[in-house]
């Protein structure tokens, strides 16, 4: 058997190491002729470390990364006390979360040999059951020799578009912007969210030292386009050497059926969620690695692993979708609402645990030998 992955973003990656270990044949192309340098998904759980250990990296994943101890939610602004969610230990062996920079989770899965993408190789559709390609120097190739095609080839999936799956979901009203730089007056090893009701601001510690500053602002806000840290000032927080700079949408959508034939989509290529959360490339890692056991298991096993990812992937854009709403909620009662169950929920141990398990991953299935 040889299967054609589409994609050498952390999904494919993962796929690609996954299938080798098991001994599947696998050709990974991607159309980028570098890996991408910049951090974005920052979140690994402790659910996706049990994929990295199962794949002999998950020390390498705790050297790189920084282990996320506490939640402070600055609930009425920076003056109030805020509300301190210390995360509790809720896996034998991993912190619930761990930060790490998305361009460091590729190099290591990279790093550890045997996923070897071939590089500037684009998927441009099918022809019939074969892969058609187009290499960087323009040669076109016709790829007839895979068993299974997998898309792993993010939210814009050319894969998805060539078996005409529908991506249905909705686009936020709001704006987001981060920023990765230096922040000076903010706890080490807390993520620290100020919602207020014209915006929320959140920080996010990196293992070396900067931060990722995240502002999600209402929809008519102005949206700096030039790269400034002013969207992030916030009383007693000094900011400063802003790095990467970014604003965006984003949406929620998820293709309704995962496999269509020999043709199955994966990661930010069958569903995309809002950062909040941090579940999206968590949620990819881990189709990828079941999807290796189901495909070396055979068409049934296929069928098992769609329909259960598809339930599941329903299930996270579900809760990531209320969690976006809760964070970016707006109007005077509704905060006071949000803030009162955020504050509940802080100073009670066992929902304490129940969140935070939920953000480890450990709500999800646990990754198959
Ligand atoms: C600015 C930003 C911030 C983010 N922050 C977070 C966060 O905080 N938490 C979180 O969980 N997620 C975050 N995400 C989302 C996260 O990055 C994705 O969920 C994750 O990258 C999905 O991994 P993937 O491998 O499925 O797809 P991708 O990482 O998108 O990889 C797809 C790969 O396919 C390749 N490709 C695309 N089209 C083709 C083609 N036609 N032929 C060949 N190759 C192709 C691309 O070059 C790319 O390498 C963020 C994303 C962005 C952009």
Known sequence: MRVLVVGAGPTGLVLALALRQRGIACRLVDRA???SRHSKALGVQARTLEVMERLGLA??????????????????????APARLVLPEVHPRYPALVSLPQAETERLLLEAGGAAPERGV??????????????????????????????????????????????????????????????????????????????????????????????VLPPDAEVPEEPTLTPFAQDGVRLSGLDWYSTFRISHRMATRFRHGRVVLAGDAAHIHSPVGGQGMNIGVQDAWSLAAALAEGEAAVD?????????????????????????????????????????????PPLVRRVVRAVAGLNYPAPPD
Request: charged share 25%; with cysteine; hydrophobic share 45%.
């Open 33 to 35: 002729t570098e890996p």
């Open 304 to 348: 098992r692993w769609a329909a259960e990812r598809e339930a599941l992937a329903r299930r996270v854009l579900r809760a990531t979708d209320l969690a976006t709403r809760m964070v970016t909620a707006q109007g005077r009662i509704t905060v006071w609402f949000r803030n009162r169950v955020l504050r509940t929920v802080a100073s009670r």
């Open 122 to 215: 684009e998927f441009v559709g099918l022809d019939g059951a074969a892969a058609l390609l187009r290499h960087a120097d323009g040669r076109e190739e016709r790829d007839a020799g895979a068993d299974w095609i997998v898309g792993c080839d993010g939210a814009h999936s050319a894969v998805r578009r060539a078996v005409g799956a529908a991506f249905p979901g909705e686009r936020y009203p709001q704006r987001f912007i981060l920023a990765d730089c230096q922040v000076q007056g903010l706890e080490p090893s807390a993520v620290q969210v100020f919602p207020t009701p014209s915006r929320t601001l959140a920080f996010i510690p990196l293992p070396d030292g900067r931060w990722r500053a995240i502002a």
């Open 59 to 80: 020390e390498r994943f705790l050297a790189a990364s920084l282990p996320v101890r506490a939640l402070v939610l600055h609930l009425n602004g920076g003056g109030a």
